[in-house]
Nanobody, 121 residues
């Protein structure tokens, strides 16, 4: 089994910054990808950013140049630094990881509980 501890999102003004973190723990054998998705009310869940163990990174087009994803492999923690925030960034942000556990030795996707990010003046 794997568990996630996500940091609290919060409220930011337009143009402001927030940093999210998500730590995976449990009987983890290997992690191939960690990342963040977000879902606004009435909208589909979109991939915001992902990073592989080897450092390959992908971003949603609308956050390129504003968001930065990073990862601490030793501690199975992924970060999302969000800058120049816009009201349209308001959503619940979910971290995820594709990982294998001792019990289930194949890669499967696990999710964090989600954290609310609100951008408003």
């Amino acid at each position: 089994q794997a568990q996630f501890v996500e940091s609290v999102g919060g409220l930011a003004q337009p143009g402001g910054s927030l940093r999210l973190s998500c730590a995976a723990s449990g009987s983890i054998v290997s992690i191939s990808v960690m990342g963040w998705l977000r879902q606004a009310p009435g909208q589909q869940r979109d991939l915001v950013a992902k990073i592989t163990t080897t450092g390959s990174i992908n971003y949603l087009d609308s956050v390129k140049g504003r968001f930065t994803i990073s990862k601490d492999n030793a501690n199975n923690t992924v970060y999302l630094q969000m800058s120049s925030l816009k009201p349209e960034d308001t959503a619940v942000y979910y971290c995820y990881a594709d990982l294998a556990t001792i019990r289930l030795r194949v890669q499967a996707r696990y999710w964090g509980q989600g954290t609310q990010v609100t951008v408003s003046s």
